[in-house]
């Protein structure tokens, strides 16, 4: 009995010196990892992958010479029969061969077997993507760029990457980013992390603050995100086709061809068109047709394809959303659709700004980013507003309010919330931050693209200078990035000096770092609150929207 208690003693003595070689290792770095979520342009999303019918469902393969073919068919019909429900019966067939692999069920769960890319580990497992192999499958852009670049700033070991199907429940995408945090946590040594959300990236990480809090998550820097919904899907979620010919002219005149001399003919051309009526003449056609159809549209591929995405639905304005759901979606087809999205517009969209003011008050640094002076894509009621290309401006700032393209907020117009005693007017007259929920802590890019555009750009410099800012940044903290600037090339442009900033970003070293404590008292969130402000066309938008099917001379290639 003895020598099996001494046994027994002798392996819990064994044990209690081993365990330290099995717990988590504590980093002292003092940089948070961080944690890129992806927007819809992420990775692929393949049909059947190591099958024999594998194939890229999005961005689809698109067979031209049969979209073509339907597309002649369809006005040949239209124009004999002078019938639009003729080129309807054509065209609409093949627009959704090609989208509905993307389709969901009824229920919100994929149609398909389709699966994404996961990166299951640290950067420093993908040379392909920082940059250290030739020849990189991956793009040199937006979050790969940013993966990019923050490996070089903090190490590749300490930057991770949450890809996703956009199309899915933002809620179980948050349940995957928690998991994933928790991997991170165990790794690295560090109890929080910085999260990055790109673009669609906006709504998955809504979701996860709403279920799991703050208490994993050192900082949250949105970039060009629907955490606040989109107006194109709101407007085309509630029968708001439209085209205007101004919008379609701006957008038309802004397309870039890779020639210059064509670019600068479309500049010159397409204004021209409109202002003789034409452009007019051409909208007023395309609106009656589209008039003639649109329940077809609807009911064939709207309802059929983009409307069975919970993901989408996380883009509705909380205004719109009521109002969408009844045009769109059956209570007895679509229940457990309903259910789904109801969770998402109840526990995240409706207290949107409860769950980040809460953040920052638990000290979780809040940054936002938001760009404008694109064109909307114009096939949407609301396409007159400022965007990045790809979203609304308004709506990636958390509620700035913006005049109209082409115009300036009105003459003798005085910012909305004047508490915090700071100017909020962009230097252009064209935006008022002091009505979005953290004016001190957004700021505006003009001219720049959807997300942060290529690696080497100055835009890549700044968000790495607040991905690594230790605390909060504030649109006064550093004189290099106020918090409205433009764009000279690939370079920061100073709005009102012109100054142009050059190109590099250096990791600064903490001491050298004016941190602020996150949350604080005397950082007082100036919010809404306490100041005084208190169809064939759809699924060309989500093309254009998802894959940048057309580039544009203010997008990065």
Not at 52 to 60: L, V
Not at 378 to 406: F, I, N, R
């Amino acid at each position: 009995m003895k020598r099996v208690l001494s046994l027994i003693i002798a392996v819990a003595l064994v044990l209690a010196c081993a365990a330290p070689a099995f717990a988590g290792h504590e980093c002292d770095c003092g940089n948070a990892p961080i944690l890129v979520i992806s927007g819809m342009g992420g990775s692929p999303m393949i049909l059947d992958e190591g099958t024999e019918n594998e194939k890229s469902a999005f961005p689809p393969e698109i067979d031209m010479a049969s979209l073509v073919s339907a597309i002649v068919k369809g006005i040949a019909l239209g124009s004999l029969y002078k019938d639009w429900n003729k080129f309807a019966d054509a065209v609409i067939p093949a627009v959704y061969d090609i989208f509905d692999p993307i389709a969901c069920n009824p229920d919100g769960t994929s149609k398909y077997n389709i699966s994404v890319e996961k990166f299951n580990t640290s950067m420093e497992f993908y040379p392909c993507i920082t940059g250290e192999e030739e020849n990189s499958p991956y793009s040199d852009g937006n979050e790969y760029a940013l993966l990019r670049r923050a490996s070089e700033a903090i190490g590749a070991d300490h930057v991770y990457f949450f890809n996703y199907d956009w199309r899915l429940d933002p809620f179980d995408h948050a349940a995957e980013i928690n998991e994933l945090i928790q991997q991170i946590k165990r790794e690295t040594g560090h109890d929080k992390v910085t999260l990055a959300p790109c673009s669609m990236g906006g709504a998955p990480t809504m979701a996860y603050l709403s279920a799991y809090g703050t208490d994993d998550v050192a900082g949250c820097v949105f970039l060009s995100t629907v955490f606040y919904g989109t107006r194109i899907a709101s407007d085309l979620f509630s029968n708001k086709i439209n085209f205007d010919p101004d919008c379609v002219t701006r957008y038309i005149a802004g397309i870039s061809t890779g020639n210059e001399f064509l670019d600068a003919l479309l500049e010159a051309l397409i204004p021209a068109v409109n202002e003789a009526g034409l452009m007019g003449a051409l909208t007023d056609f395309l609106n009656n047709g589209v008039d003639e159809i649109k329940d077809k549209v609807y009911d064939e591929v709207f309802r059929e394809i983009f409307a069975t995405m919970p993901g989408l639905w996380a883009t509705v304005d909380e205004d719109y959303y009521d109002g969408a759901k009844a045009f769109m979606l059956s209570k007895n087809v679509d229940s457990e659709l309903i259910r789904k999205i109801d969770r998402y517009h109840n526990e995240v969209a409706l207290h949107r700004d409860d769950i980040l003011l809460k953040a920052h008050k638990s000290g979780v640094k809040i940054v936002v980013l938001s760009n404008y002076n694109s064109a909307c894509i114009p096939v949407y009621e609301s396409a007159d507003m400022h965007s990045d290309a790809t979203l609304e401006t308004q709506y990636t700032s958390a509620g700035a309010v913006c005049a109209k393209m082409d115009e300036a907020l009105p003459e003798g117009y005085c910012q909305e919330n004047t508490e915090c005693g700071h100017d909020h007017i962009s230097p252009d007259n064209i935006i008022d931050a002091s009505t979005c929920l953290f004016p001190e802590y957004t700021w505006f890019g003009k001219d720049w693209p959807h997300v942060c555009g290529k690696y080497d750009n100055g835009y890549c410099d700044f968000v790495m200078w607040l991905l690594t800012y230790r605390g909060q940044p504030t649109i006064h903290t550093n004189p290099d990035y106020p918090q409205f600037f433009g764009r000279s090339g690939d370079r920061i442009m100073n709005l009102e000096t012109g100054e142009v900033l050059p190109l590099g970003f250096k990791l600064e070293p903490a001491e050298n770092q004016q941190t602020s404590d996150i949350g604080s008292d005397n950082n007082e969130i100036l919010s809404p609150e306490t100041g005084a402000g208190s169809c064939a066309a759809g699924a060309v938008m989500l093309f254009a929207l998802c894959l940048g099917g057309v580039s544009r001379k203010k997008r990065e290639k």
